[in-house]
């Protein structure tokens, strides 16, 4: 919905500045999705006239232009071809800007050269300017445009503006009209509402037909229209509309389409209440001599064209406005073809009407329809208006386009409802609350709002509801209603019963909660296993220590899983029956055992990594590459570290597990276990139907938070240079690179900073039995820059300890 802050003010007094505004309606419960400045937005442009237009000397597209902008002279250079010499433009001069798009920045010209011809200025499309009505070149201005005159002023815009773009919830169709958004403000400020006089500026002469004289009515189906009225405005001009309704329409976004229509679409955004005008003399006679509207279903397969020029087929359920021989509007839709106002046009027929929101809704959805008409009604439109809002657009229509108004009214009206009302129990509103508020200020409130006491006692007041207030059916609506006008920001904060306090539960949420998130940062996506598994998979997982249950459901859910892996590998299998073939996932959870006797639980993380590496690279070597144990290294050092547990180190196991073939421990300081990662054993792996090899690590998860150390400390940049030296060495091929480390820390080497393995080499010259590793060692110091004597020294101390501890022959450069 959208609307102007000088529309606004037409109906209701504020002071407040365009901010204050917008946050005036952001506190009533109206989202402002976006605000935009009118006036201002064509300063530097202006109506030129092109004097001449020859052939730019570089380009055969473009063209170089003199043109008078009403100071003088100028040269342009232009691409479009829909111009010539005499033609008056929009001119935009140097140093000035455009008006911004959506979700663009805005441009700002200056004076350049185009293909080596200098441009003082740009002639501009209506596209550029942010004006509906695109066309493939320039914006021609009609001849009497004056040379020189401001473009704003050209249109119409002298006066500056705001448009204030809403976004109204479903249950407030009120709120789709200018005037229910005024209600608002004038409830808030408690300025009173000025609705316009809809009498008619000219009444029927005696003697002449009223309505009922001219037209008449049929609802065959009173639960998809439950009102329906008609009036007749005769003798009208059809014509351009007047330049305040043109401007206002489209300020809003609407374009013009003529003096009647546009007052129906006035009406509609003044009002809420959709309107339709048709010819009165294209709905056909009935056998009484009038034309008369039939409001009825559609027969199914019923062909039917709208006022967009498409052929539509109906069924059944669809609503149709009709004379006795045709469908001539597709209710609460669109209008149709066979009966629109044209330039021939005399006599208007005006309806106003209320239809049942679902079946608009699903005429709308099945014929892919969406219309403003049917935006609201498919909201609720308010029953109680359509007589007013029929009588406000004749007022208007005998205003732009003369004629007279037939007298009276049709006003279809099988069932009129009576009136809700609800009592507002005050000591209840200061209760849900939690603050207290004047009973009379209460009342007061709602009365603002359009509600009316019908009576009270010394507890309550019950107010009767209006009928564009389809969202208040109960007393805790007008309760918000009471809240919204006192202040939601008024309302102190207060904790939700049986939630005061903390729970030392609280931050451990909040740890597990990370873990969850840094996992999901590095790309798995986290599964949720069952906790009861079946005994074959747990014994495969835990051995011995499984707890079976004594009352099984069935045999697959008979223990409670020891481990969290057999639920992964499930999981896997069932992503890749599902021809999901590159998974990467995790599971936080708790896993059961028993252990001399005694029943044990704890938590743990696990993971599964299986398929490609890299599934979304289009070509090369990498997009078929498999995940392996160094990926699965990788990615716990990199969670581990991001944790807080610095230290791990990884020992190779060389014994397999019931799931794992290679695997290794992870040890925090030498000794305590964390837990475990490997490949899936390829005989575990085909009894889950699984193809490509499976990488799996299962962690203690009380381990981990017991022992993080999540404070970061910052090291700065080191402004003094490092110094590399390499080495390259013959080792026995059990040597590790743990066991390289280890003997680097033993002699602990004046200023080393790291030491970093970059090569390791089997095969011609390397004799059986051995391997060579290359590895580079950097040094720094803090607070000087190192000398290569000092390097040396130190330097030397790690290869003698090579030599001794690991066997090693240093391999020469």
């Known amino acids: 919905m959208k609307v102007t802050l000088n529309w606004l003010k037409q109906y209701v007094d504020f002071d407040w500045s365009p901010e204050e505004l917008t946050e005036r309606l952001t ?387 099988p069932g009129a409802a009576q009136p809700r009302e609800i009592a507002l129990r005050h000591a209840k509103t200061d209760a849900l609350l939690g603050v207290e508020i004047a009973r009379e200020a209460q009342d007061d409130f709602l009365k603002r709002l359009g509600l009316e006491a019908v009576s009270a006692t010394p507890e309550a007041t019950t107010f009767r509801i209006p009928t564009f207030r389809v969202d208040l059916k109960r007393e805790t609506d007008l309760i918000e209603e009471v809240a919204r006008l006192y202040g939601v920001d008024k309302i102190p904060a207060t904790p939700p019963r049986g939630a005061s306090g903390a729970n030392e539960f609280d931050a451990t949420h909040d740890r597990l909660a990370e873990v969850r998130r840094l996992l999901s940062g590095m790309g798995l996506n986290e599964a949720q296993g069952q906790t009861l598994v079946a005994e074959s998979a747990a014994r495969l997982a835990g051995g011995a220590g499984t707890v079976l249950l004594a009352n099984p459901l069935s045999s697959d859910m008979n223990a409670l899983r020891p481990s969290l892996l057999p639920g992964l590998l499930d999981s896997l299998r069932h992503n890749l029956s599902r021809r999901v073939e590159d998974v990467a996932l995790f599971e936080v959870g708790r896993v059961f055992s028993r252990q001399n006797g005694t029943a044990r639980e704890e938590r743990r993380v696990a993971i599964a990594l299986s398929g490609r590496r890299h599934p979304l690279f289009w070509k090369g070597e990498d997009r078929e590459a498999r995940y392996d144990l160094y990926d699965l290294k990788g990615l716990l050092e990199e969670f581990l570290e991001q944790f807080g547990l610095r230290g791990v180190a990884y020992q190779r196991r060389t014994d397999s597990t019931g799931l794992l073939l290679e695997s290794a421990a992870l040890l925090l300081g030498g000794k305590l276990a964390l837990g475990e990662m490997g490949q899936l054993l390829p005989a575990v792996a085909r009894q889950y139907d699984l193809r490509d090899p499976v990488m799996l690590a299962e962690l203690n998860l009380d381990q981990l938070l017991a022992r993080r150390n999540p404070s970061k400390s910052f090291k700065p940049l080191q402004p003094f240079p490092s110094i590399r030296r390499d080495v390259a060495m013959l080792v026995p091929e059990a040597v590790t690179h743990e066991a390289v480390l280890t003997a680097v820390r033993q002699i602990r080497p004046a200023h080393l900073e790291r030491a970093d393995l970059f090569d390791v080499f089997r095969g011609k010259n390397i004799p059986a039995g051995q391997k060579s590793l290359a590895y580079a060692f950097t040094y720094r110091h803090a607070e000087r820059t190192l000398t290569d004597a000092e390097v040396n020294a130190a330097h030397e101390k790690v290869v003698e300890q090579f030599r001794k501890s690991l066997q090693a022959v240093i391999r020469d450069a």
Request: proline share 6%; net charge negative.
């Open 27 to 413: 506190m009533l419960g109206l989202e402002v999705e976006g605000v935009g400045k009118l006036g201002g937005e064509f300063q530097g442009v202006v109506v030129a006239q092109v004097l001449s237009r020859d052939k730019h000397p570089n380009a055969d597209k473009l063209s170089v232009c003199r043109v008078n902008d009403g100071q003088g002279e100028r040269q342009i250079v232009c691409g479009a071809q829909n111009f010539q010499a005499g033609d008056k433009v929009p001119l935009i001069l140097p140093g000035h800007t455009l008006p911004a798009k959506p979700g663009q920045a805005p441009f700002t010209l200056k004076v350049g050269k185009i293909r080596g011809v200098e441009s003082h200025g740009m002639m501009c499309s209506p596209q550029e300017l942010g004006l509906p009505d695109a066309v493939e070149g320039l914006l021609i201005l009609p001849p009497e445009a004056r040379v020189g005159q401001p473009f704003a002023e050209f249109l119409g815009r002298a006066g500056s503006d705001v448009v204030y773009d809403l976004e109204v919830t479903p249950n407030r169709p009120d709120l789709n009209s200018v005037i229910g958004i005024a209600r608002e403000i004038s409830a808030l400020t408690g300025n009173p509402l000025r609705l316009p006089d809809a009498r008619p500026p000219q009444e029927a002469s005696a003697g002449e037909p009223v309505c009922s004289e001219l037209v008449s009515v049929r609802i065959e189906d009173a639960k998809l229209c439950p009102r329906y009225t008609a009036r007749v405005v005769r003798g009208v001009k059809i014509g351009p509309s007047p330049d305040w309704l043109r401007q206002i329409l489209e300020k809003v976004g609407l374009r013009s389409l003529g003096n009647v229509v546009d007052v129906t679409n006035f009406v509609m955004l003044e009002t809420g209440q959709p309107l339709h005008a048709f010819d009165y003399h294209l709905v056909a006679r009935a056998s009484n001599g009038l034309p008369t509207l039939v409001v009825r279903r559609a027969a199914a397969g019923e062909g039917f064209t709208t006022l967009d020029g498409q052929a539509r087929t109906l069924d059944d359920q669809m609503l149709l406005i009709a004379d006795e021989s045709k469908g001539i509007a597709l209710a609460g839709v669109m209008g149709g073809q066979n009966s629109e106002i044209n330039d021939r046009t005399v006599d208007v027929l005006i309806e106003s009407a209320c239809f049942n929101p679902s079946n608009v809704r699903r005429t709308s959805k099945t014929l892919g329809l969406k219309t403003d008409a049917s935006y609201r009604f498919e909201r609720g439109a308010d029953i109680g208006i359509s007589d007013w809002a029929g009588l406000r657009c004749a007022q208007l229509i005998l205003q732009t386009a003369g004629g007279k108004l037939a007298g009276g009214v049709v006003d279809a009206f």
